[in-house]
């Protein structure tokens, strides 16, 4: 498997474009992605109750599969915008539908930005009109800048591999800096493949996928009305079409993930005025997903996350949030470590070096491990620090 920065537009038939529609004040933020070919298409959307009509409209069209399109909107979630806001989704659709001569169905439709106004229809009819005329495959890029809000840089992966005789590759881009949460957060993340992948096994991966990486994510503990992550798969390869039980399967799956997890760990980093990723690393839990859960809670304290933005190595801010994760654990069993300096040990205080400890906070990355003795269960999650910079941004987001 070879890792790439590339984005949507990596596998074979996919064309994109990212152009100004003037919704937002500035910058591109109008992308469509289109592929040459029908797609069988994956999702995995927000739980939270109050979503927007592109969520429902979307999860309808990839039941229903096969999909051609994808149309993704900044500045506007169209969000608590009653019966005009599901108008404005279902012919978002059929502009996309008209210019690219398919069915307004094979349309996936997202929106981000701010909740509660209606889009304006006008500029976004021409922004689709602008995108449709200059899809390419150099577009990927565009695509990505497009469908950012408070993001700071554009965030794209990919990977290529092998299956049988046939050269198979995945690109991605998402978009993600603030209310960021699990289950699913203000995310949005588009995946395209030319893999062949039969519909079934393709829906069940995407999940446990998402499970694993996207849903990861904790920034802020706010999840969106408005979260996706979308794949779509044309079969371009030219490869045998896969199923879960095929031995060529997993390798697929792994490279699936690693582009995935390139995402959730760019989502973090750029988490809205951070100066440091955290990643948190769960070893020797009950099961992997006990692991994932204590994993997430770490990630998510904002006590922890304070601490890490003022460098202070207080350790007992790290077992308290794995205590408070809903996870049986013997706090007498737990070792938690910065880096590789080990701080705490049987869940009790442990002399160590601050000048070391100082020095493992000062990096841009920062790594939180504990290990358990429950079983050999596994987890990672990924947030950042609390800044002051988080208070200003969301105090002032619709100005």
């Not at 979503?51 to 608590?80: D, I, K, M």
């Not at 929106?111 to 689709?128: E, H, K, W």
């Not at 005329?133 to 840089?153: C, F, P």
Request: with cysteine.
């Amino acid at each position: 498997m070879r890792m790439v920065e590339e984005g949507v537009t990596f596998p074979q038939g996919f064309l994109a474009a990212g152009v100004e529609a003037h919704i937002k004040k500035k910058d591109v933020d109008l992308a469509v992605v289109y592929s040459e070919d029908p797609c069988q298409a994956a999702g995995v959307f927000t739980t939270n109750k109050v979503q927007a009509s592109c969520v429902s409209y979307t999860r309808r069209a990839v039941e229903q599969g096969p999909v051609r399109a994808l149309v993704v909107n900044s500045g506007n979630a169209n969000a608590c915008t009653g019966p005009q806001g599901v108008e404005d989704t279902i012919q978002m659709a059929r502009l996309v539908a008209g210019e690219l001569g398919i069915e307004p169905h094979e349309v996936l439709v997202a929106s981000t930005g701010v909740i509660g106004v209606n889009l304006p229809m006008d500029r976004i009819a021409g922004g689709i009109k602008k995108a449709c005329s200059q899809l390419s495959k150099d577009g990927g890029e565009s695509a990505s800048a497009a469908i950012m809000t408070t993001d700071t840089v554009p965030k794209q992966a990919g990977a290529e591999l092998t299956i049988g005789d046939c050269a198979v590759r995945i690109g991605a881009m998402a978009k993600g800096s603030g209310m960021i949460h699990p289950n699913m957060a203000t995310m949005l993340a588009f995946m395209a493949t030319d893999c062949a992948v039969d519909k079934e096994a393709l829906d069940r991966l995407f999940r446990e996928v998402v499970s694993r990486t996207f849903n990861q994510v904790s920034l802020d503990g706010d999840t969106s009305t408005n979260a996706m992550a979308l794949l779509m798969a044309n079969g371009m390869a030219g490869n045998h079409p896969l199923t879960a039980a095929d031995p060529e399967f997993p390798v697929f799956a792994r490279a699936l993930e690693y582009a995935a997890s390139q995402l959730a760990k760019a989502i973090a980093r750029d988490g809205e005025g951070a100066s440091k990723l955290l990643e948190v690393k769960v070893e020797g839990a009950s099961s992997d997903e006990a692991a994932r859960t204590i994993a997430r809670s770490i990630a998510r304290s904002n006590l922890v996350k304070a601490a890490v933005f003022g460098e202070d190595a207080n350790w007992g801010r790290i077992l308290c949030a794995a205590g408070y994760a809903g996870i049986p654990f013997r706090p007498e069993g737990v070792n938690i470590y910065l880096g590789d300096l080990q701080v705490c040990e049987h869940g009790a205080a442990l002399p160590f070096d601050e000048a070391v400890a100082l020095e493992v906070l000062r990096q841009p990355e920062v790594l939180i491990r504990v290990t358990m003795s429950e079983g050999r269960g596994e987890g990672v999650a990924w947030g950042c620090d609390l800044t002051y910079d988080y208070v200003k941004i969301n105090a002032s987001y619709r100005t």
